[in-house]
């Protein structure tokens, strides 16, 4: 027996068409939101003009948004690495903030 929600309407969808059935439009809707679709990732690397810094754009999509941020998190850490800001460091540079 299936467990898996995709393997169960896949299931019903091919026994209605063997069946001499047409899948209805739940059924349709129903197989769109169980289909896994391409991940597509982005990484986009821009010198700024005002500041000659390296800004870093990174977009990851993942059905598990967790797993999406942890994959964002290494890319975008390993890009800072190897893109360091002029006074050396990895982050944004650390600024003392005064008390009001």
Do not use: C, F
């Amino acid at each position: 027996m299936a467990t898996d929600l995709a393997e169960l309407v896949r299931a019903r969808l091919a026994a209605k068409i063997e069946a001499g059935k047409r899948p209805s439009k739940a059924d349709l809707e129903w197989l769109a939101a169980t289909t896994e679709s391409a991940a597509l990732s982005s990484v986009e690397k821009k010198r700024s003009i005002s500041k000659g810094e390296t800004e870093i754009d990174v977009k990851v999509y993942h059905r598990d948004p967790y797993e999406a941020e942890r994959i964002s998190d290494e890319i975008y850490n390993r890009q800072r690495a190897k893109y360091p800001m002029k006074d050396g460091t990895v982050g944004s540079p650390m600024r003392e903030v005064e008390a009001a």
